[in-house]
């Protein structure tokens, strides 16, 4: 086989490599796949904050109820007293009216306190639960995004390595001056094999001085593109 046909393979081969390449570092399952980690990555920082908000306004609650719980013994004691004729001085007995008066008082207050909470506690608890189920879902959705983008990507390795299998030969057959002229043009053009049709090359679309043309269809060596550099082929040769 000559270098021009071995060439026009071997620019064949890796144009399939290059493809995958591109398709690998530009694959939508990986932007799919980066965009829900992201949101997993919020929504768990969101419920970390949430389930703080929560544990602080349920120990509130406690403290409002407990200080009720507080209230409402005191008063018990002090309605015993009262009811109880132990207590018998008219004086005293204001003073146990007065005080319960006062505890009833703090005790509606606490009350309402106890009800307001409450409801903040409500709250609390309907966005964690809203954001959990956010976060179990986005965390689904992510886990399949990552299966899907590796079960590509493992295609993409799999279709390369076919690729460089059958590449190999082909390189190999090369002339050694013309593997050499391949891979420094390649380190320029990912596509480094070209044709002179008429006076144009085909790589760049230059117009070739007419001269220079005649010459490089006349011969039978590799000759390249004075503007882009890149290696003239005659399939046909
Ligand atoms: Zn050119």
């Given at each position: 086989m000559n270098d021009h046909k071995t060439l026009v393979e071997l620019q064949e081969i890796d144009s399939q490599i290059d493809a995958l390449d591109y398709r690998e570092a530009n694959l939508a399952e990986r932007d799919v796949y980066l965009a829900l980690k992201d949101e997993v990555t919020k929504l768990e920082a969101l419920y970390t904050s949430a389930a703080k908000k929560l544990r602080e306004e349920t120990a509130l609650l406690k403290k409002h109820e407990d200080v009720l719980e507080g209230l409402n013994a005191k008063i018990a004691k002090e309605e015993k007293r009262l009811y109880s004729?132990?207590?018998?001085i008219p004086k005293e007995l204001a003073g146990i009216q007065q005080e319960l008066a006062h505890l009833k008082g703090q005790a509606d207050n606490t009350e309402l306190e106890l009800l307001e909470q409450s409801e903040v506690v409500d709250g609390c608890k309907s966005d964690d639960k809203t954001i959990s189920e956010r976060l179990q879902k986005r965390t689904a959705e992510r886990d399949a995004a990552k299966q899907r983008m590796e079960d590509e990507l493992a295609q993409i390795a799999s279709e390369r390595d076919g690729w460089k299998v059958k590449r190999e030969p082909v390189y190999a057959a090369l002339s050694e001056d013309a593997s050499r002229l391949y891979d420094k043009v390649r380190l320029k053009h990912q596509v480094a094999v070209t044709v002179l049709e008429g006076e144009i090359c085909?790589?760049?679309?230059v117009d070739l001085p007419s001269i220079e043309a005649d010459q490089i269809h006349e011969s039978t060596k590799l000759e390249r593109c004075s503007n882009c550099g890149r290696i003239f082929v005659k399939p046909t040769e």
């Amino acid at each position: 086989m000559n270098d021009h046909k071995t060439l026009v393979e071997l620019q064949e081969i890796d144009s399939q490599i290059d493809a995958l390449d591109y398709r690998e570092a530009n694959l939508a399952e990986r932007d799919v796949y980066l965009a829900l980690k992201d949101e997993v990555t919020k929504l768990e920082a969101l419920y970390t904050s949430a389930a703080k908000k929560l544990r602080e306004e349920t120990a509130l609650l406690k403290k409002h109820e407990d200080v009720l719980e507080g209230l409402n013994a005191k008063i018990a004691k002090e309605e015993k007293r009262l009811y109880s004729g132990t207590v018998t001085i008219p004086k005293e007995l204001a003073g146990i009216q007065q005080e319960l008066a006062h505890l009833k008082g703090q005790a509606d207050n606490t009350e309402l306190e106890l009800l307001e909470q409450s409801e903040v506690v409500d709250g609390c608890k309907s966005d964690d639960k809203t954001i959990s189920e956010r976060l179990q879902k986005r965390t689904a959705e992510r886990d399949a995004a990552k299966q899907r983008m590796e079960d590509e990507l493992a295609q993409i390795a799999s279709e390369r390595d076919g690729w460089k299998v059958k590449r190999e030969p082909v390189y190999a057959a090369l002339s050694e001056d013309a593997s050499r002229l391949y891979d420094k043009v390649r380190l320029k053009h990912q596509v480094a094999v070209t044709v002179l049709e008429g006076e144009i090359c085909q790589g760049c679309r230059v117009d070739l001085p007419s001269i220079e043309a005649d010459q490089i269809h006349e011969s039978t060596k590799l000759e390249r593109c004075s503007n882009c550099g890149r290696i003239f082929v005659k399939p046909t040769e």
